[in-house]
Every structure is written in structure tokens, then in C-alpha cells.
């Protein structure tokens, strides 16, 4: 078993920090893009549909359009974050793992 130093942790704990930057930052594009994707159509859909203007208040349209956004950001950054471990992964294995080709 191999001991673990003071260098390789911090230089772990750099990468999870950029990891998680990233993820974050990639989470807000998306619920920005998200936000206004859901906003368009629900604001324009209170103004053109009788049912919609009779039963959608605006708590229940900021409510359809956060649930979107927050949705949008946080399915982004799980799969930038998973995406980032996977690809980090294979550094430290060995190199018959690393070889995930089927030739």
C-alpha cells in the first residue's frame, strides 16, 4: 500500500476545485439558456390562452420558469462534473485499463 503525500492531495483537491468551477459555470449557462427558453413560451401562452391566463398567476409562471432553470443547471453540471471524473479516472490506473478499445 502506498502512502499518500501532502502534494498529491492538494493536487487533488486543485483539480476537484476546477472541476467544480466548471461545472458550476456550465450549470449557469445552461439554466440562463433554460430560463429564457421556458420564459417565451409561458409568458406568451398567458397572454394568447384562456386557460392559461385564467389559471396561471405569475407565482405559477416564476414557478414553471425557476423549476426549468434550476433543472437546466443542475442536469449540466452533474454531467460536466461526471464527465470531468470519468476522464480523470484513467490517469492513475494502470495501463491495461487504459486501453478501452474494442479492435
Same mark, same amino acid.
Given at each position: 500500500?502506498?502512502?499518500?503525500?501532502?502534494?498529491?492531495?492538494?493536487?487533488?483537491?486543485?483539480?476537484?476545485?476546477?472541476?467544480?468551477?466548471?461545472?458550476?459555470?456550465?450549470?449557469?449557462?445552461?439554466?440562463?439558456?433554460?430560463?429564457?427558453?421556458?420564459?417565451?413560451?409561458?409568458?406568451? /401562452?398567458?397572454?394568447?390562452?384562456?386557460?392559461?391566463?385564467?389559471?396561471?398567476?405569475?407565482?405559477?409562471?416564476?414557478?414553471?420558469? /425557476?423549476?426549468?432553470?434550476?433543472?437546466?443547471?443542475?442536469?449540466?453540471?452533474?454531467?460536466?462534473?461526471?464527465?470531468?471524473?470519468?476522464?480523470?479516472?484513467?490517469?492513475?490506473?494502470?495501463?491495461?485499463?487504459?486501453?478501452?478499445?474494442?479492435?
Amino acid at each position: 500500500m502506498s502512502t499518500v503525500t501532502r502534494a498529491y492531495l492538494d493536487q487533488r483537491l486543485a483539480a476537484a476545485n476546477r472541476c467544480s468551477r466548471e461545472a458550476a459555470m456550465a450549470g449557469a449557462k445552461a439554466a440562463a439558456v433554460a430560463a429564457v427558453a421556458a420564459a417565451v413560451p409561458t409568458l406568451a /401562452s398567458v397572454r394568447m390562452l384562456p386557460w392559461a391566463r385564467a389559471h396561471l398567476n405569475p407565482t405559477g409562471q416564476a414557478l414553471i420558469i /425557476s423549476t426549468v432553470a434550476g433543472m437546466a443547471y443542475f442536469i449540466v453540471a452533474d454531467k460536466t462534473i461526471l464527465s470531468m471524473a470519468r476522464k480523470h479516472s484513467f490517469e492513475d490506473a494502470p495501463d491495461h485499463l487504459k486501453n478501452t478499445s474494442f479492435n
